[in-house]
């Protein structure tokens, strides 16, 4: 198992990776950095495009061009590098939250999880904009950080996590009313011990970005614990693939046949002894898979 670094320069936090298979690229966010970046594969270029604000996730459009999920609200950008157009505006407080963790689903409508980031109360939530009614709606909460957002080949099982409470939940989900059901907990992992710290043995880290197979195996960003975990659909631990960076953020599988897994990480508020230590930290990696990944999906407008 060999991890290959495909970036030249790392991220504060990369996030929100997505494979455009018409264009043959990799496309990401640096959230503190404020870009948005893509990748040709051929040639190793990366375009690099500043934001006005943090984005936290980003989905290709059907029509072209990208939905991107500002901390303010979420726009479209029709043409990289242009103007932006403000398809909703953020129904929270932007002083205190912003938007996180996302992507489209199966139907081609545009989720957005949101962060609060003072992290002493549960007012983070899962946001669907659906481009049929122009309308922002709430369908999950009770959250810090959300993340891990993700559906099952048949799609008929949304995920969701929360990333300081240390959980994936799971709902059943009614594609075309777009109605969740039948609540469960997908997984709780351990908490961090008291007095953990970077290095230490005993944390296996806390569930971030996630991406599903198309066996249905869900692959969790375990950030700080140094692991990518891959669930099998009933919740199993069917691996563990060990990473050179402490903070994994998010995976997306890519390439023409989807066997290639990429994943993000993060080097922002990241020890000098560990960034010596892990000096890929904050670039984008990719590995071989046996099993093919699910297509990402296009918003629908």
């Not at 950008?77 to 689903?105: H, I």
């Not at 810090?144 to 048949?154: E, K, M, Q, R, Y």
């Amino acid at each position: 198992m060999t991890w290959h670094t495909v970036t030249t320069e790392p991220n504060l936090l990369g996030e929100s990776p997505f494979w455009h298979p018409q264009e043959k690229r990799l496309y990401w966010v640096d959230v503190p950095g404020k870009l948005l970046q893509r990748l040709d594969v051929a040639s190793g270029a990366v375009e690099r495009w500043a934001m006005p604000s943090e984005p936290g996730c980003i989905a290709p459009a059907a029509r072209g061009g990208l939905v991107v999920a500002l901390r303010d609200g979420i726009y479209r950008a029709p043409v990289w590098g242009g103007e932006m157009q403000l398809l909703a505006a953020a129904s929270y407080d932007p002083a205190t939250t912003r938007f996180n963790d996302g992507k489209c689903d199966p139907l081609g409508r545009f989720w957005a999880s949101t962060i609060y980031e003072p992290r002493d109360a549960r007012k983070a939530e899962l946001y669907c904009l659906d481009a049929a009614s122009g309308m922002l709606t709430s369908h999950a909460g009770n959250a810090i950080t959300g993340n891990g957002l993700a559906w099952s080949p048949d799609a008929k099982t949304l995920y969701w996590s929360d990333t300081p409470h240390h959980i994936v939940h799971a709902w059943d989900w009614d594609a075309a009313p777009n109605v969740l059901s039948n609540y469960r907990v997908f997984q709780q992992l351990p908490l961090k011990p008291a007095g953990w710290q970077p290095g230490m043995a005993g944390y296996g880290g806390r569930p971030d970005g996630a991406a599903v197979d198309v066996q249905g195996n869900y692959y969790s960003a375990m950030f700080e614990g140094q692991r990518l975990c891959k669930f099998a659909p009933d919740g199993t631990l069917l691996a563990e693939f060990p990473l050179p960076v402490r903070c994994p953020t998010m995976p997306c599988f890519g390439g023409d046949d989807l066997q290639t897994l990429y994943l993000t990480s993060g080097r922002h508020g990241r020890s000098e002894a560990e960034l010596a230590e892990l000096p890929v930290s904050g670039h984008v990696l990719s590995l071989r898979v046996d099993v093919p990944g699910l297509p990402v999906n296009f918003y629908k407008d």
